[in-house]
């Protein structure tokens, strides 16, 4: 076999199988930039060896086979394909051949010549449908397939609605097929996909797989949902003509009801076809709806019977396309971006390929369910398309085209621009009155305050006026102060100084003067108005001030536990999960030291809110745990059972079964015999404690303990046993432990490293232990170490 012969068979096997994706299944793997080169290199190869032309060559044949799930329908006139051009040449050598075949005056050397009328349409990408009239109704709709049988597909298009059921007006042949193209609107792809994603569906590459792949359908309600639209371009088989051109034709379909090109138009030869071309390629992107190219028609139906047809084509049609909105190329690696609210969105890093005239290096993937979705890898071949002024995007991945080597794509589990943690967004679901938490498909880095990327914008709202209002700093002195380097964070504003501002845009000696006098007039802010300036996601003025309201303290709104945040009102998980996590970052938890340590000091209240004190209920923390299967009523019921947490935690199944139905203590047991849920549920129960929280049923326990009603402070690192110890056998006393010193604390016990805590004590006059003296006074009490 020669080469030519090889590649001719290895062609048509690859093009026979990109057709029936394409034409059967509705999804094509490769753009059809790529499907056209792989045509013209046969076509070319097949002219230069005639010989070897068969008629089961894919450039001799017209679409593909009908798909056997529906009834089949043949056309009594075929349903054929059009010959494209490309170039400006392509179509002076249509029309040099539609001149000929007319025997019209070839033009001389200066152009002039026979003129051809032609109409021009615009070439709709959607797919080729059939329509048959009887005495006006429609009785069958039917799809192109391989040119000679298609599907019948009459109940779907009926549930197209611009197709009219029965003909406008009167004088119609009795049998009349029309023809013309199903598509999707720009508008209502778009509007499709987003249905189609919020549903977890399958999303559509383009408008053209969106039409084929929603006409071809075997229920016809899911057609019918389905936004398409028809638009006629000729006639099929008739019982009588009834006007002598294509224009005249379409007109008369208008005038019954069919829906033509708004664009149809008349060109006196070639140079105005080629007029016709520009100027649609120029509004290209206006229209509503997707079109790949223009066709032109030879207007007179007499000489369209002159010129007759070639295998898969009429001869005196021709589509002169424009550049392709689909390309193939490589995809070299996917970086990340950190955007002004944090947000951490992945980019396509792609071998630059030009389409559609622009040559596209990067690709938006939106974020990591997209790139789940589209099953992408770095190294694979993927196919991007530029449509408009959008975005280019990669739309699919050409998986047989994979390397061996291709890697996944991974979330870093730090922010690139300022090394924070990147967290997955988090959805809360309500469901009988519980809240739990789904995966968003958003990554964000938690580190609002120490992140460049987000610099710009937390400044901003930290100056502002109801934040820490800081007169005379506008976004523009912001963005310039961060730009020259003067301020990393916002305590970095507290270190200004004169000669920095004063030669900055809009800084004279005065405003300089002004503006650090209002830096440092901002010094002492509430802790409500502290909190809010920090510009914590989702954490506004209101709730910023329920959080001061009800902790009374930076430290305890910095330690608390989501679940203990969920108490204060109006806080739900979500919030109490992203006020949570920016404080957890170690990188916003250097600002605000800083901060303080620039002398800033904030008015804080001290004392846990009464009412705050008192929402903690046993039943409250055992329901705050969604334990699956028990509600808020068994909680309560576990509560009034066990009385403590600890005794529900080490309860016995079939003890708790005297509480509850047997499925739902099982399940309570299944939960705790998680050490994990042991520990947070601990954790929980020590956190509401600390803040000075108790429930009825320990208060009475607690009243002649040894240390009942007392107070005691534990600072510095403790040797023999962690804090959290130190402070569960406190409580086993009796004693509350609190994170702060006041007036009303009864003992410090302080450790190595004591600071601030210890020299208030010391300044107060209160006893203070060391971890000595602290292990000996408990080992009075009999509790060992
Ligand atoms: P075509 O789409 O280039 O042209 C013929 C079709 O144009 C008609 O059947 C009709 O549906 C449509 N059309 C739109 N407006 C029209 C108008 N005003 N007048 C007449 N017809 C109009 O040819 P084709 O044979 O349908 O298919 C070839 C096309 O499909 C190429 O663009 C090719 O790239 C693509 N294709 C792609 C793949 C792939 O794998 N990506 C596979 C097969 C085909």
New binding site residues.
């Given amino acids: 076999m020669t080469a030519a012969q090889t590649r001719i068979l290895e062609l048509r096997a690859e093009?026979d199988e990109?057709?029936y994706?394409?034409?059967v299944l509705d999804e094509?793997?490769?753009?059809?930039?790529?499907?056209?080169r792989l045509?013209h290199e046969l076509k070319a190869l097949e002219a230069a060896h005639p010989d070897l032309v068969t008629s089961d060559s894919p450039t001799q044949r017209?679409?593909?086979t009908a798909l056997s799930a529906f009834t089949q329908v043949r056309h009594e006139m075929p349903?054929?394909?059009?010959g494209?051009a490309f170039e400006e040449a392509d179509m002076r050598e249509f029309d040099r051949r539609v001149v000929e075949g007319l025997d019209l005056p070839a033009g001389d050397l200066f152009g002039a010549g026979a003129e051809v009328q032609y109409s021009c349409?615009?070439?709709?990408?959607?797919?080729?449908?059939s329509l048959l009239y009887q005495d006006g109704v429609l009785v069958r709709g039917a799809t192109?397939g391989d040119g000679t049988t298609g599907e019948d597909i009459s109940v779907n298009v009926r549930t197209v609605r611009n197709i009219p059921l029965k003909l406008k007006g009167s004088g119609w042949p009795a049998t009349l097929e029309v023809?013309?193209?199903v598509y999707m609107s720009k508008a209502g792809f778009e509007r499709l996909n987003a249905t189609q994603l919020e549903a977890g569906g399958k999303t559509f590459a383009n408008p053209r797989n969106a039409a084929a792949g929603s006409l071809r359908q075997l229920d016809s309600k899911i057609t019918a949902s389905r936004p398409l639209e028809f638009?006629c371009?000729?006639l099929g088989q008739v019982s009588a003509e009834f006007a002598d051109t294509h224009i005249g034709n379409l007109q008369q379909l208008k005038a019954w009801g069919l829906p033509i090109?708004h664009e149809l138009k008349l060109a006196n030869g070639i140079a105005q076809c080629l007029d016709y071309y520009r100027d649609i390629g120029a509004r290209r992107d206006a229209l509503p709806y997707e079109?790949?190219?223009?066709?032109f028609?030879v207007n007179s139906l007499a000489a369209q019977r002159e010129l007759g047809f070639r295998a898969?084509?009429p001869r005196w049609?021709i589509?002169h396309?424009f550049p392709?909105l689909e390309e193939l190329t490589e995809l070299l690696d996917v970086e990340f971006q950190v955007g002004r609210t944090g947000a951490v969105t992945p980019v396509a890093r792609l071998k630059p390929v030009k389409v559609a005239g622009v040559t596209v290096a990067n690709a938006t993937l939106h974020n990591m369910d997209e790139v789940a979705r589209l099953g992408l890898m770095i190294g694979d071949t993927v196919i991007i398309r530029r449509a408009g002024d959008v975005i280019p995007q990669v739309v699919q991945v050409v998986t047989e085209r994979r390397p061996a080597d291709a890697r996944p794509v991974q979330i870093p589990e730090c922010c690139p621009v300022c090394g924070s943690h990147v967290e997955r967004t988090q959805l809360v679901k309500r469901s009988k009155g519980r809240e739990t938490f789904s995966e968003g498909a958003v990554y964000r880095c938690v580190g609002r305050l120490a992140c460049g990327a987000q610099l710009k914008q937390a400044i901003i709202h930290f100056v502002s006026r109801r934040a820490m209002d800081i007169e005379g700093l506008g976004e523009k002195s912001v963005e310039q102060l961060v730009d020259e380097g003067l301020v990393r964070s916002p305590a970095d504003l507290y270190i200004l100084r004169f000669e920095q501002i004063v030669g900055l845009e809009g800084f004279a000696e005065l405003s300089s003067n002004n503006l650090l006098a209002a830096i440092a007039d901002s010094k002492r802010p509430g802790l409500a108005r502290f909190i809010y300036a920090l510009g914590i996601p989702d954490v506004g003025e209101e709730t910023a001030k329920v959080l001061a309201r009800s902790l009374a303290s930076l430290e305890r709104v910095q330690q608390a536990l989501p679940q203990v945040l969920t108490y204060l009102p109006d806080v739900g998980l979500e919030v109490a999960h992203e006020i949570h996590s920016f404080f957890e970052d170690a990188h916003n938890r250097a600002v605000i030291e800083q901060l303080l340590e620039r002398g800033l000091q904030i008015q804080e209240q001290g004392e846990l809110a009464a009412e705050f004190a008192a929402s903690a209920t046993l039943d409250g923390v055992i329901d705050k745990l969604n334990i699956p299967s028990v509600g808020p009523g068994g909680a309560k019921k576990l509560a009034d059972k066990f009385g403590t947490l600890q005794g529900v935690i080490d309860a016995d199944w079939l003890d708790m079964r005297q509480a509850l139905p047997e499925k739902q203590a099982k399940a309570v047991r299944a939960f705790f015999d998680e050490p994990h849920h042991v520990a947070l549920a601990l954790s929980i129960e020590a956190q509401l404690k600390a803040f000075g929280m108790h429930w009825e049923s320990e208060k009475k326990q607690v009243e002649g303990l040894p240390l009942a009603g007392q107070t005691w402070v534990l600072t510095g690192s403790l040797e023999l046993m962690s804090r959290d110890v130190a402070k569960v056998k406190l409580e086993s006393l009796g004693a509350k432990v609190a994170g702060s010193v006041s007036a009303k604390t009864h003992c410090v016990v302080a450790g190595p490293g004591a600071g601030s805590k210890l020299a208030k004590a010391n300044e107060l006059g209160l006893k203070v232990l060391d971890e000595a003296a602290f292990v000996a006074f408990l080992g009075q009490h009999n509790i060992a170490v």
Wanted: proline share 6%; with cysteine.
């Fill in positions: 093009l990109h057709n994706r394409y034409h094509p793997s490769i753009p059809d930039a790529e499907y056209d045509f017209v679409g593909s349903m054929l394909s059009l494209n349409e615009p070439k709709l990408d959607g797919l080729a449908v192109r023809r013309g193209e638009c371009y000729g090109s079109i790949d190219g223009v066709v028609k898969r084509e049609a589509a396309k392709a």
